[in-house]
């Protein structure tokens, strides 16, 4: 199984932050890659500065048969198509493509490190990823996703609401 984390914490030229979600699936699709899951679109503060406009954020399971380094080149691709500009980290950006567990694989290269060394830490990670794959269990961690969930400050578990709007997409 091979899940992504999709978020957006500005409009686009074309679009709201939920219309760049929906936009970067089908840009995904457009790709060749199926897209079996789509959790629910959650909202949390931006972190680490909570003065910069709210993220949206969904996962996603994919099918494939690109590798990773393949698809991380594809998806800086789709940012780019929606406006994605790379400045300091943890800006404000219309769409961030992540590549959370490609097929339990552990990978720690200079280009890509799998899982992702972060979403353990995340609830705009965990919270959508548990709702397609209640199951998962960290591939480095070994450790069940509502574990990793209770791990997260109380802070962190009641920031994160679901968003009313779902996204667009038609295969």
Known sequence: ??????????????????????????LI??????????SKVYETPSYPNQRNPKFLNLCIEIETKYFPDELIKKFNLIEKKLNRTRGFKNEPRTCDIDLIDYNNKVINSEHIILPHPRAHLRNFVLFPLKEICPNWIHPVLNKKIDFLIKKLSLKLRNEITTFKERVIFRE
């Not at 957006?8 to 219309?19: A, C, D, E, F, V």
């Not at 699709?29 to 789509?38: D, G």
């Open 1 to 26: 199984m091979i899940f992504l984390n999709i978020g957006s914490n500005l409009n686009s030229q074309k679009g709201s932050r939920i219309y760049n979600l929906s936009k970067s699936l089908d």
């Open 29 to 38: 699709n457009l790709e060749k890659i199926k897209i079996k899951k789509i």
